[in-house]
């Protein structure tokens, strides 16, 4: 069972900048893709940042052009790379494979005020 440990989040003012690490008890390069998810307080997590196992990057029309999903396999740590932050991207931040098929995390918390 994978298990993952997310860090980096806090609070930030809007435009500010994050780095989110999960760090993944397995290897990363043996999971066809690996996902950062939010989810906001009374709304539905979301997948925002997707990496697949040949390194294609896939986004949220929400963040687009302002968070990078990145990888080290040799470290089995997936990056998010948050810039522009805006107030709505206020949320706990979690790591799972892309299908969010394995256990959840803690989470890491973002708060981004106005």
């Known amino acids: 069972q994978m298990q993952q440990v997310e860090s980096g989040g806090g609070l930030v003012q809007a435009g500010g900048s994050l780095r989110l690490s999960c760090v993944v008890s397995?290897?990363?390069?043996?999971?066809?893709?690996m996902g950062w998810y939010r989810q906001a307080p009374g709304k539905e997590r979301e997948l925002v940042a997707a990496i697949t196992r040949g390194g294609t990057t896939n986004y949220a029309d929400s963040v687009k052009g302002r968070f990078t999903i990145s990888r080290d396999s040799a470290k089995n740590t997936v990056y998010l790379q948050m810039n522009s932050l805006k107030p709505d991207d206020t949320a706990d931040y979690y790591c799972n494979t892309i299908l969010g098929n394995m256990s959840w995390g803690q989470g890491t918390q973002v708060t981004v005020s106005s």
């Open positions: 397995r290897s990363i390069f043996s999971i066809n893709g």
